[in-house]
């Protein structure tokens, strides 16, 4: 992957943490702002955490009527890696990429702390380089993180092997445990926890590295 | 015509109401006792130029589809309501 576009909404705050990262592995990324229609020279596109639109209504819920966004569908569709953290796994929720909403967390509490996740299956753009059941120490940071669907849903993810991040002590009340999950293809991937925050042992972890690491040698799929 | 629409969105049977749930719980302390199933949502008033009640309860049928509410977990109705005098 030699080029990254993070979108940036109004209100998103952690785009230059994404850009750090992608930079620190070794790869370009660009800020992408929201109304950018066209996501062509782009060889993966992540939607970073904070607050899109001030996440009036509900977080994603007008980030979703970005121009932007069909953009990222379009990218999506192609096969092209779509990385959502935090924020933007609730915007990929909300614009239907992602099936199942985030609910405001178990307890109302405004979640932030390191988290132990386990990896639950390696066919996604974010975890193939992992191993299943290795354990990763990951911040989360968030109030709406409460994974939520229906059961028929539920056992669509399951079926497919795209629940991909297990919390190892469930923080929000999410079904399941679901910290990350992919679509069908494996080429769009959400999550509340930020990855791009444990990228040195300095500043508490380093274990978000073999998850950007597998994003960033993702491949547009033919 | 112009008519005062108000759309309740709440969450949908079967999904946990962290929000509502909180609020029960804290009634005792406060001295209101026998108060359950309280839950959480929310509402939104508006005015609409349409032909009729129908097709003004329509739009804001659509639109709460749309936009006010995520049909994954929520459920919107739309009822006509009074305007409060400003």
């Known amino acids: 992957m030699n080029r990254v576009g993070v979108v940036v909404f109004p209100g998103s705050n952690c785009e230059y943490d994404a850009v750090l990262a992608m930079e620190t592995l070794g790869t370009t990324a660009e800020l992408v702002w929201h109304s950018v229609t066209d996501l062509s020279g782009y060889d993966g596109i992540i939607l ?12 994603g819920a007008l980030a979703r009527f970005s121009p932007v966004m069909d953009a990222v569908r379009s990218f999506a569709n192609d096969g092209g890696p779509v990385l959502g953290i935090c924020n933007g796994f609730q915007v990929l929720t909300e614009a239907g990429l992602l099936p199942g909403a985030l609910q405001k967390n178990i307890g109302l509490t405004f979640l932030c702390q390191p988290t132990t996740l386990v990896v639950t299956s390696q066919r996604s753009v974010l975890t193939s380089g992992a191993q299943i059941d290795q354990e990763l120490v990951v911040p ?71 998850l950007l690491e597998s994003f960033v040698a993702a491949h547009v799929a033919a | ?56 309860l329509a739009k804001a049928s659509a639109l709460a589809e749309r936009l006010l509410s995520n049909p994954v977990i929520e459920d919107a109705a739309a009822r006509l309501g009074e305007k409060a005098s400003s």
């Not at chain 1, 709406?144 to 056992?155: I, L």
Request: proline share 5%; hydrophobic share 35%; net charge negative.
């Open chain 1, 140 to 210: 989360i940071n968030h109030f709406s993180g409460s994974y939520t669907c229906d059961d028929e849903t539920y056992q669509g993810l399951r079926d497919n092997d795209q629940i991909v991040l297990r919390y190892k002590s469930n923080p929000n009340g999410s079904r399941d445990d679901i910290a990350g999950i992919a679509n069908e293809r494996g080429n769009v991937v959400g999550l509340m926890p930020h990855p791009e925050r444990a990228m040195s042992t300095l500043l508490g972890s380093a274990d978000g590295r073999v």
């Open chain 1, 48 to 59: 970073p955490g904070g607050f899109a639109h001030g996440d009036y209504l509900r977080p």
């Open chain 2, 1 to 56: 015509m112009n008519y005062f629409v108000i759309v309740d969105v709440t969450l949908r049977e079967g999904i946990a109401d962290p929000e509502g749930a909180t609020i029960e719980r804290a009634l005792p302390a406060l001295g209101f006792s026998g108060v359950s199933d309280v839950k959480a949502g929310k509402s939104f008033r508006m005015s609409i130029d349409a032909e009729s009640e129908e097709a003004a």
